[in-house]
């Protein structure tokens, strides 16, 4: 077993700015970055926290594939609607701003939906929809990715894994909010199956010849040289469901890419003749003001009532208990704030690698280590 | 094999008409009710067609459970947002008229939400967003329904099969439309493979017990019992993504109940202490103007331009084809207009005795068979 590393949230916070600062990220714009990015290690979705520092920002930024400095353009403003434009910035800034327009909006129309064009990877889906929680507000927010999932029936990785997701405010300390892959599984989950060396279940991933394939080393290698495709949710074919999730990763992708006229499907891959290329992707955002459908504090109950009537609903015999969603991050927060956050060795040296070529004031446990 | 007698769309849609004018449906009414019944009737979706008439609308309404006619009030109308009210009317009327001012106001605004309250069973969904796409708008609702699925790591039916359909105008000739539940199956097609005496594909179905259960006959009683529920989309537990179902379907959930403090859940079964009682549905309608984006025929190509690079995609070895959402339905369209509706023979006999009983004047094939 590798050993994991303790860090506190604030002080992976205050590395993760420094970090986006030190590639040259304006101050405020590296505060809303880390800010996001921290929201994952602190809600434990590891796959979309410090874990990706490197890989998916720090790297593309150092490369000059993606702008340090976000040129945040609104190219059009319409009554409850705007487009903007993120000019191939910080995907986390574009996100950030274009909720906080939709939300405004929704104050004064009760509803808002701002799209972003030429933006990139913006971190944690759930972080704008619950942006617009803390207003009162429903928040809901897609975004395409590259592409990594067949369509039913087909083969290619075509569709991303095009989160569809909604945040809704309640009584309860925490929101509800479903913030997962429209695909059966993602890489992250691939790569956990890897490490401790266990074959994947059945139904996760699409070999070229229409079988499920279940190595996770071969997986992964398959899947970067489109020889393997993630499933949508239901799986293979149609049998349990697979088009249902196919078509939620198809809404994804038209509202993402199809109303602001950008790439989409294969044109996001990222890599043109083995040189790393913009991924320049759409989200939307929607912002719907509560108030102007009923009393605030009596949604919040009435939302709250539903997810308590399923979470005491008959559990299956042996299971742990039943959650609403936004649950389980709740808790991973609570438990995070006092443990701090679980850094494999991987993380670890990408983190000493930053902070050396940047030569940032941080000094790490794992340095005394021997 | 049983005998399916085909009758033309347009000859069953005045049989449609005539009976919700039968049994007191204002006629302009009865001509919306017949509209939507007769389009899942076109579209290939019989669990959603005439096959419904009879259980559904007919029975609850001579037995006055559900009025006939429908008494649609606007509670509240700000800006992009309204609430309506269907009063225990037909579901039908309540979403037409609420989609229609979703429209208005997102041809005003860019985007309008209507949320609907104590309506009734509405049919399709992919009716009202396809209203949204012919005044070239991209539409989204949902709904919740009588109980029938259970969460994840429960075994109870607390949930709906709560579709959240959205449409969206393309450049082909027919609109892309995702129109299904968010649980793995439903019951119509539990009853297809009873019809066929097969085993039901495990993880459709969870007992009481917590295990999958296959056996149609038995299920299709189990699940009036509450003794097994639809699983959400994803299946049994969390390893095929039966979260991400469940997810969806409590977002349906709460966008349908809890903006317009209606009841939820189990307070939707429509029976209590064995006496049939309304089911007060809850349904949302948002449209979002394409034209506030931008230029409505360039959207409307790049809809079509990434639903074709899906369909054109690699194929598994032995599939057919590759569809998109929406293309089925207008494929069963067309045959349709041609051979006409196919009709079991329990669907017959129930023509047949309303036909008698609001002594209508329509003369059926099945009249005459020996």
């Known amino acids: 077993m590798e050993k994991y590393y303790y860090y506190s949230l604030d002080k992976l916070k205050q ?3 420094a970090v986006f600062a030190g590639i040259g990220v304006p101050e405020d714009e590296a505060e809303i970055c880390a800010d996001v990015l921290n929201a994952a290690d602190r809600r434990g979705i590891d796959s979309h926290g410090i874990g990706r520092l490197k890989p998916i920002y720090y790297d593309r930024i150092v490369a000059k594939v993606q702008n340090a400095v976000t040129q945040f353009e609104i190219e059009r403003d319409i009554a409850a609607t ?3 434009n993120g000019n191939n910035g910080m995907g986390f800034v574009v996100a950030k701003k274009a909720m906080a327009m939709a939300i405004a909006k929704a104050r004064t129309f009760g509803i808002g939906m701002v799209i972003a064009k030429n933006s990139t990877h913006y971190g944690i889906a759930a972080y704008y929809p619950l942006m617009a929680v803390d207003h009162n507000m429903i928040g809901l ?3 395409n990715a590259r592409p990594s ?5 087909g083969v290619e990785n075509m569709l991303g894994t095009n989160p569809l997701v909604f945040a809704v405010p309640t009584d309860e300390p925490f929101a509800f909010t479903n913030d997962y892959a429209t695909s059966t599984a993602q890489r992250g989950k691939i790569e956990q199956y890897a490490r401790e060396g266990k074959s994947m279940p059945p139904g996760w991933v699409i070999g070229r010849d229409g079988k499920t394939k279940t190595d996770p080393d071969k997986v992964l ?3 970067i040289s489109d020889q393997a495709a993630l499933t949508p949710l239901g799986g293979i074919g149609e049998e349990l469901g697979g088009h249902k999730g196919y078509g939620y990763a198809t809404v994804v992708e038209l509202l993402s890419a199809g109303l602001q006229l950008g790439p989409f499907l294969k044109q996001l891959g990222g890599v043109v003749d083995g040189k790393k290329t913009p991924i320049l992707l759409g989200h939307f955002f929607i912002a719907i003001d509560v108030a102007h459908f009923a009393e605030v504090d009596v949604v919040k109950k009435q939302m709250g009532d539903i997810l308590r009537a399923l979470r005491t609903s ?3 015999t042996g299971a742990e208990r039943i959650y609403t969603h936004g649950e389980k991050e ?3 927060s609570l438990e995070r704030e006092k443990t701090g956050v679980p850094l494999p060795p991987v993380v670890c040296s990408q983190m000493s690698h930053m902070r050396d070529e940047l030569d940032l004031d941080f000094e790490f446990e794992w340095d005394f280590a021997t």
Chains 1, 2 share one sequence.
């Open 15 to 17: 590395f993760e700015k």
């Open 330 to 332: 709740y808790l991973h």
């Open 149 to 153: 999932t067949a369509p039913t029936w």
């Open 314 to 316: 008959q559990k299956a």
């Open 141 to 143: 927010t897609g975004t």
């Open 82 to 84: 705007a487009v903007v």
């Open 221 to 223: 290698t398959a899947l």
